[in-house]
């Protein structure tokens, strides 16, 4: 016998009818099931405590050297595939939220808070901030969204502009000592092109009178 001939036996599929014969079965279960979840999440919205998040954007591009080379070309930077990751990862470290634990006082101000009035550690608030921290890029953009998550939206919004004036500084001083390098390697390459002159000196004759 042919395998390909064999015919499959027939799906059974359960009517409309069928469903609905199981939930009047079911009735009780069903609804017990769907009140307890409608009361938890009831319950938990209202013992959470509020949280609000604040949100701020910055532009953020890749090192481009505007002096150009004695052939009157700019230097371009590699493409770098990893370029935003790698900013996200500085931007959550220690150069860049350290200052702003210290200018916010955020140790002291969570330490009352949750801390029984005890003042948390450098290490322990930059854990609490990096926690409420979320760092996310705008699609087929170079910007980069700081959304920061806390009890009180002051607090919220005034963390976000300090983390994103803070990583401004630090862009700022990264291309400022970028350009540096770069001019002095501009200088070096002028000294070695300069042809050097020789000064030669003027000859004196000596004159013999009779």
């Known amino acids: 016998m ?7 036996p027939p799906e059974t599929k359960l009517h409309f009818l069928d469903y609905w014969r199981i939930i009047r079965i079911r009735k009780t279960v069903i609804l017990a099931v769907f009140l307890l979840v409608v ?21 953020v ?16 930077s590699a493409y770098d595939p990893y370029f935003i990751q790698t900013e996200f990862e ?19 101000e ?20 990096k926690r409420n921290i979320d760092l996310r890029p705008v699609r087929n953009t170079s910007l980069i969204e700081i ?31 970028f350009s540096t390098e770069g001019i002095k390697s501009l200088e070096g390459k002028l000294k070695e092109e300069r042809p050097t002159s020789t000064k030669s000196k003027p000859s004196s004759t000596t ?4």
Do not use: M
């Not at 042919?2 to 499959?8: C, G, L």
């Not at 481009?64 to 230097?75: A, F, K």
């Not at 002051?154 to 862009?171: C, V």
């Not at 004159?207 to 009779?210: E, G, I, L, M, N």
């Open 147 to 177: 959304r920061v998550y806390s009890e009180k939206p002051d607090e919220a919004a005034s963390i976000a502009n300090a983390i994103a004036e803070t990583y401004k500084k630090h862009r700022f001083e990264q291309r400022k000592e």
């Open 110 to 129: 969570w330490g009352k808070r949750w801390n029984g009035g005890q003042r948390y550690t450098q290490n322990e608030a930059l854990t609490i901030l």
């Open 61 to 76: 591009e890749r090192d481009q050297s505007d002096i150009q080379s004695l052939t009157g070309q700019n230097y371009a």
């Open 90 to 108: 500085v931007i959550q470290s220690e150069l860049i939220l350290g200052p702003v634990v210290k200018e916010l006082r955020l140790d002291e």
């Open 207 to 210: 004159c013999a009178s009779s």
């Open 2 to 8: 042919d395998p390909s001939k064999v015919q499959s």
């Open 39 to 59: 009361i938890t999440a009831t319950l938990v919205t209202f013992i959470l405590p509020e949280s609000f998040s604040s949100t701020a954007r910055i532009k």
